[in-house]
Structures are given as C-alpha cells and as structure tokens.
C-alpha cells in the first residue's frame, strides 16, 4: 500500500507541477480534436517518440483591415534543454508574449537559478533532477524586451482562492482522488511494479520520463479536477487577467503576439480567443518538449 501511494504521490505531483491536459495519440488526423495542446507521439510501432506541446494559431483583421495574429505555445514547465532553447528562438519573432507567474508587478522577471518559492515549485525540482531535464525558469530569457508579464500577484491570487472559496489543500485532493480512481484500474499493481523497477533502471531518467508520459496520455481531462462550475483561480481568473493584458498590448497597436502559458490553460483561452477577441483558428503546429528516444537507439 505504501508503495501504491508513493506512485499515487508521485503522479499527483506531476499533474499539479504541469497543469497539462494530455489526451492519448490514438485517433487519425480527422478524428483528432482542434483544441488539444499536448500530446504523446508514437512511432507505427506505437513506440513513444515525444512528449509534444502545440503552437496554435489564430488571425483576425481588425478594424484599421491589419492582420492582427495569436499563437497560444503550451508550456511544459520541465522539459529538455533543447525545447526552452527553440522557444526563445520564436519568441523573438513577436512583438509582445504575455508570460505566465504569479508575482509581483515590481519583481515579476525570474532570473535563472531562482528558486520557485512554492510547493509546486519544489515539486517541479524535484522532477527536474529525477528526469533529467530542463527547467523553464532557468532556461527562458524573460529579460528579453518583448516578454510581457500576464498574471496575477500573489495578493490577487490569495484574495480570489478566498473569493472562491479554494485551497491547494483541496485541489490536491481532488487530484490525489482522481489518482485513486485511475488506480483502480491496475489492482494488481502492476504500474507499482513498473515504476520500482524504473527507479532501480541504469538508465532510470529515461525509463521514468516513458512512464510519466505514458500516465499523462491514459489521463483525460485532468484540468476539470481543478475547475468547479464557475471555473477556478489556477486557470479562469488569471486566463481572464492575461487576456486583460492581451487587450492592452492589441489596444497599444500590437499586431504579433503570443500567449505562453502551461498547456492545462490553453483549452479556455482557445474558446475565449474566438469568443471575445473574435480570432479564428487557423494551424496547430507540435514542439518536441520530452524525447523519448533512448541515446542510442
């Protein structure tokens, strides 16, 4: 049993550490839906290739008839080095990306190798370390001119979770439930036996890194764990400030811009772009943010 919640502990971290809203790769291209943001991607074999993040794409013309552009980039928050290094690469092709992190209007720039400050955050660490990988607020270059802060301070966060009645304490119940549900599904547990044997591998990064993407594509939905009717502070309200900022920057005669938030927040912006900004969709293009091609093979 303890065991079990380990891995439980484990997977509930993750979902929590990413906000990533993860469907399986099993559809064809005509079955596949037009608002998925991250998705595992598999070989004819059905051997996982990559873990991959969409840049998606919405156009509009307004009313000076300029063709005013939106990409929503769904962010990992640990990835491999070389995904941070091609998101800053197309990040200077915009005249403004709105960036998400709580913090200070006055100190809202992370510098690399700052600490994340937050359970999560050492959650996201902790990951980083046992996977062998990346971490954005280290690999990012958020001093560069045309990165836009586009979310909440920590009091307005507090003051709305209060408004709403929410905890972190609640919301990683409703996630550790949900893990026990998933759990159900294995009652011998073989994944237990999969996961210990991954953490005793040589090559323990890798075989750990299959097993979390692999849990990510079996798990649909997981952002409804943390919206109630009304939605919630961790996704609605602060897509609704970044979207404030988004009206400003449009408002200010921008006409090139990107919103780069983690991928679990991209589902509501994408019905809100076209609700109220009145873009349209128009491409979706993957990014590799995990290889899961063994060195080697």
Do not use: C
């Not at 003051?159 to 439930?177: C, D, P």
């Not at 893990?179 to 159900?184: N, V």
């Not at 996961?195 to 890798?206: E, Q, S, V």
């Not at 994408?270 to 943010?289: I, S």
């Amino acid at each position: 049993m303890k065991k079990r919640l380990h891995s439980m502990l484990i997977l509930a971290g993750v979902l929590l550490a990413t906000h990533a809203v993860v469907a399986a790769d099993k559809q064809t291209d005509s079955e596949k839906s037009e608002d998925r943001f991250v998705r595992l991607r598999r070989d004819d074999d059905k051997k996982p290739l990559a873990l991959e993040t969409a840049v998606v794409r919405y156009k509009r013309v307004d009313d000076q008839e300029r063709e005013v552009l939106v990409d929503l980039i769904g962010a990992i928050h640990i990835g491999d080095k070389a995904y941070f290094a091609e998101l800053n690469r197309r990040f200077r092709q915009y005249d403004a990306v709105l960036y998400e992190l709580v913090a200070p209007e006055e100190a809202n720039v992370p510098r690399p190798g700052q600490s994340p400050g937050s359970a999560i955050g050492g959650m996201q660490m902790g990951m980083k370390a046992m996977l062998e990988l990346a971490f954005q607020l280290d690999e990012i270059d958020y001093r560069a001119k045309n990165l836009v802060h586009a979310d909440m301070s920590p009091e307005e966060f507090s003051r709305t979770m209060k408004e709403r009645n929410e905890s972190f304490t609640g919301m990683f119940f409703r996630v550790l439930g949900r893990s026990f549900g998933e759990q159900a599904k294995d009652p011998f547990g073989s994944g237990d036996i999969r996961l210990l044997a991954a953490m005793f591998a040589p090559d323990r990064a890798h075989q750990l890194k299959l097993i979390m993407a692999e849990q990510f594509a079996d798990l649909e939905s997981q952002m409804d764990m943390f919206d109630g009717p009304d939605g919630s502070t961790i996704v609605t309200e602060r897509n609704k400030k970044a979207l404030d900022v988004l009206q400003r920057e449009l408002a200010a005669g921008k006409q090139r811009l990107a919103i780069f938030y983690g991928a679990g927040h991209l589902p509501d912006f994408h019905k809100r772009l076209q609700e109220q900004f009145g873009l349209k969709h128009v491409e979706t293009e993957w990014l590799p943010a995990w290889s899961l091609v063994k060195a080697g093979d």
